[in-house]
């Protein structure tokens, strides 16, 4: 069930965007689709051919932020695949405990990149050692949040904003330099070429105080049309 936190009217969401512990429903979500398709042709026209897009919520905590660290700049099945393989091989299974016991080179021996298993156990030992406290981030404002967990190395803008998005399910976070809404934005302003990060990020600002709605809707469109 919903509590009366989480079933935020749009109304609600509209007025404490900025604020922390704000999460999408599923009847948030709808209720902010419905706005940003009333306020953008283009976001309609992916809603109207291939519906509203799934909330694709994440539980949060150190498991879902390793898998999202895995993500980066590989597909996302790849992804899954690495992260269970790792998480079956591991002693009591996907825990800080477990990787910084198990550190960079094990890890590396379990199939993660040189780079990734040093991003992953830092990861562990942040949380082990007490310098990141994940259940803080429900309590702290959308630039806060990213702000602190990009303190761990490995974590940048990307990551943080895809673990907001996500598992804290904020509603206005945008994720830069996401190649798929890229080749989505693109796609539904019909620009000749990739926009940069930058600009992505300067087109995705009429989408406020929804910018994680939208990129619901174009993720959903790009599948979609990929498929």
């Given at each position: ?13 509209r ?5 922390a512990?704000v ?8 209720l902010a ?8 042709r283009?976001?309609?026209r992916?809603v109207?051919?291939?519906g509203?897009p799934?909330l694709?919520a ?8 390793v ?9 996302l099945?790849?992804?899954?695949t690495?992260?269970?393989r ?14 910084v016991t ?6 590396r021996?379990l199939?993660?990149t ?5 991003y992953v ?8 050692q ?5 259940p803080r981030?429900?309590?702290l ?7 602190y967990l990009?303190?761990?190395?490995g974590?940048g ?7 907001l998005?996500?598992?804290l399910?904020?509603?206005?976070v945008w994720p ?5 809404l890229?080749k989505?934005l ?12 930058e600009?992505?990020?300067?087109m995705a ?5 929804y ?13 979609a049309?990929?498929?």
């Open positions: 069930m919903e509590t009366a936190s989480e079933g935020l009217s749009s109304s609600a969401i007025q404490h965007t900025a604020g512990d999460r999408l429903t599923r009847t948030t979500l709808s689709v419905d706005d940003l398709a009333a306020r953008d283009g976001l309609a992916i109207t051919r291939h509203p799934p694709w994440r539980p949060t905590g150190f498991p879902t932020l898998r999202i660290i895995l993500e980066q700049q590989v597909s099945t790849a992804a899954r690495l992260f269970r790792v998480a079956e091989q591991l002693p009591g299974g996907m825990t800080p405990a477990a990787v198990t550190g960079a080179p094990g890890l021996a199939g993660m040189r780079q990734k298993a040093r156990s830092t990861l562990g030992a942040y949380i082990q007490g310098e990141l406290a994940l981030l429900s309590r404002p959308d630039v806060d949040a990213a702000a990009e303190r761990v190395p974590i803008p990307w990551t943080s904003s895809i673990y998005l996500m598992a399910r904020r509603p206005d830069p330099g996401d190649l798929a890229h989505a693109a796609r539904l302003r019909r620009l000749p070429e990739l926009p940069t990060a600009r992505a990020t300067l600002r009429r989408w406020t105080p910018r994680a709605v939208a990129a619901r809707i174009l993720w959903h469109g790009y599948l049309e990929r498929q």
